[in-house]
Every structure is written in structure tokens, then in C-alpha cells.
């Protein structure tokens, strides 16, 4: 999918991409997105794009797990009772 993107990316911004910057991308794609970025977009565009998406990870795995918790202190303990 990442690697989907990046082509349909370099299609609209008339970029070519070569042959060994694909394999990077298709198959190490932790280097190979961020080159692709850099390549495409600069640094300062690239370096937003690389803190964005771990800021919207974390934040969508502290939502997530705040959500369990509510669910599961919302229980409370006469749903464990005699389960030994």
C-alpha cells in the first residue's frame, strides 16, 4: 500500500522514481519512504511529514488505551468475583 502511494505520488508530482529507490521502498521501507520524501519533497516538508505520523500514532494508541481502561475499571471487581 505504502509502496502503491508513493508511485500515484510520484505520478502527480511528475517525479521519476528509479529503479533502486523502488526496492527501498517496496522492501525497506523505512529508508526508502523517507528518501522518497526527502527526494520529492525537501527536508523541512519531509521532516514534518516523519514527526506528523508519530504524533498521530501515539496519539491514536493513548486514545485507545484510555479507552480499555474505562471499559475494563468500568467492570468493577463483582464482575471477577469467583473466577479463580
Known amino acids: 500500500l505504502i509502496f ?3 508511485i500515484y505520488d510520484s505520478h502527480v508530482k511528475g517525479y521519476v522514481v528509479s529503479g ?3 526496492f527501498l521502498i517496496a522492501f525497506v521501507a523505512l529508508v526508502g519512504v ?3 520524501l ?3 519533497r525537501g527536508w523541512l516538508k ?3 511529514i516523519g514527526f506528523g505520523l508519530p504524533v498521530f500514532v501515539a496519539a ?3 486514545y485507545q488505551t ?3 481502561a474505562v471499559y475494563w475499571f ?3 471487581s463483582e464482575h471477577f468475583q469467583g473466577q479463580s
Open 4 to 6: 502503491a502511494w508513493c
Open 20 to 22: 533502486g529507490l523502488k
Open 34 to 36: 523517507p528518501v522518497y
Open 38 to 40: 526527502v527526494k520529492t
Open 46 to 48: 519531509a521532516a514534518r
Open 60 to 62: 491514536t494508541l493513548l
Open 66 to 68: 484510555g479507552r480499555h
Open 74 to 76: 468500568s467492570l468493577g
